[in-house]
């Protein structure tokens, strides 16, 4: 069993909340899940999106067609809908849109039903994401009481939990014996740095951001130069900048680490 779901909207608008009660309540009832996150340079506005695949079976990747679109705009459905199966669904932003900034979480709803889950994981993960909501749950209520089941999915005896690829990028960086990561932040590398921030105390590294992306592969050269195990992370237009130092590394051949976070190179700045 593979489906693949994409949720889109305008960033803002909670897209990555959707993935993440769908990701939990699907974890918990025995399932894969492996969730691509599009990432243009915006804050508010515009369009980006999330794809969710869920499997029976261990899952690594996304595929091209859907089976759902949950759009929280109309836009979404503009642009995705020839991407969807002919057995594929909408979830459209048009049954909801009157209550809110709750919207999304009773689209979460309307997905949970559709594939058959008990309403009880649901009102659990609503209440862990957002303690005290009392909107939220009945948001969460009326969009599963909206929908039909259609899947009736079977839970399975799979014990599982979710990691997101930047808390992994993060343990591999402490269990190497890391030395000193240095990052200017840019999404989506900027969760590394938090990350490792977070740890350096316990596990004895040192995390600095220094004033920009030039800055970081410099210093990263020379402490590396110095005889400390060292990585740096950027992504995209900030990778770009590092050309002439990352140019002086491949002359001189010290060694250095370079965590790139998937992003174009140009993609700077957006204008909406």
């Not at 009392?134 to 990691?163: D, T, V």
């Not at 105390?201 to 970081?216: G, R, T």
């Given at each position: 069993?593979?489906?693949?779901?994409?949720?889109?909207?305008?960033?803002?608008?909670g897209?990555?909340k959707?993935s993440?009660?769908?990701?939990?309540?699907?974890?918990?009832?025995?399932?894969?899940?492996?969730?691509y996150?599009?990432?243009?340079?915006?804050i508010?506005?515009?369009?980006?999106?999330?794809?969710l695949?869920?499997s029976?079976?261990?899952?690594?990747?996304?595929?091209s067609?859907?089976d759902?679109?949950?759009?929280?705009?109309?836009?979404?459905?503009?642009?995705?809908?020839k991407?969807?199966?002919?057995?594929?669904?909408?979830?459209?932003c048009?049954?909801?849109?009157?209550?809110?900034?709750?919207?999304?979480?009773?689209?979460?709803?309307a997905?949970?039903?559709?594939?058959g889950i008990?309403?009880?994981?649901?009102?659990?993960?609503?209440?862990?994401?957002?303690?005290?909501?009392?909107?939220?749950?009945?948001?969460?209520?009326?969009?599963?009481?909206?929908?039909?089941?259609?899947?009736?999915?079977?839970?399975?005896?799979?014990?599982?939990?979710?990691?997101?690829?930047?808390?992994?990028?993060?343990?591999?960086?402490?269990?190497?014996?890391?030395?000193i990561?240095?990052?200017?932040?840019?999404?989506?590398?900027?969760?590394?740095?938090?990350?490792?921030?977070?740890?350096?105390?316990?596990?004895n590294?040192?995390?600095?951001?220094?004033?920009?992306?030039?800055?970081?592969?410099?210093?990263?050269?020379?402490?590396?130069?110095?005889g400390?195990?060292?990585?740096?992370?950027?992504?995209?237009?900030?990778?770009?900048l590092m050309?002439?130092?990352?140019?002086?590394q491949?002359?001189?051949?010290?060694?250095?680490?370079?965590?790139?976070?998937?992003r174009?190179?140009?993609?700077?700045?957006v204008?909406?």
């Amino acid at each position: 069993m593979r489906l693949n779901i994409l949720i889109g909207g305008k960033a803002g608008q909670g897209i990555n909340k959707v993935s993440s009660i769908i990701s939990n309540i699907l974890s918990k009832y025995g399932y894969y899940t492996f969730n691509y996150r599009d990432y243009p340079s915006l804050i508010r506005g515009g369009h980006n999106f999330n794809i969710l695949s869920i499997s029976d079976s261990k899952v690594g990747s996304i595929e091209s067609e859907l089976d759902c679109i949950i759009a929280l705009d109309e836009k979404t459905n503009e642009l995705h809908k020839k991407e969807l199966k002919k057995t594929g669904f909408v979830i459209g932003c048009d049954e909801f849109c009157e209550i809110g900034k709750n919207a999304n979480i009773a689209q979460a709803g309307a997905l949970i039903k559709i594939l058959g889950i008990d309403n009880n994981l649901l009102i659990e993960e609503i209440k862990k994401q957002f303690p005290n909501n009392k909107e939220a749950i009945e948001a969460a209520k009326r969009g599963y009481k909206n929908k039909e089941s259609k899947f009736n999915l079977k839970k399975l005896n799979n014990n599982i939990k979710i990691m997101t690829g930047s808390h992994a990028v993060a343990i591999g960086a402490v269990d190497s014996g890391i030395d000193i990561y240095l990052s200017y932040p840019m999404t989506p590398a900027t969760a590394v740095l938090h990350e490792l921030a977070a740890r350096q105390i316990e596990n004895n590294f040192l995390v600095f951001q220094p004033e920009n992306e030039i800055a970081v592969a410099n210093a990263g050269l020379g402490a590396s130069f110095a005889g400390a195990k060292t990585m740096i992370g950027t992504s995209g237009g900030g990778y770009d900048l590092m050309t002439e130092a990352l140019s002086f590394q491949g002359m001189s051949e010290i060694p250095l680490v370079v965590y790139l976070a998937s992003r174009p190179g140009p993609g700077s700045q957006v204008n909406n």
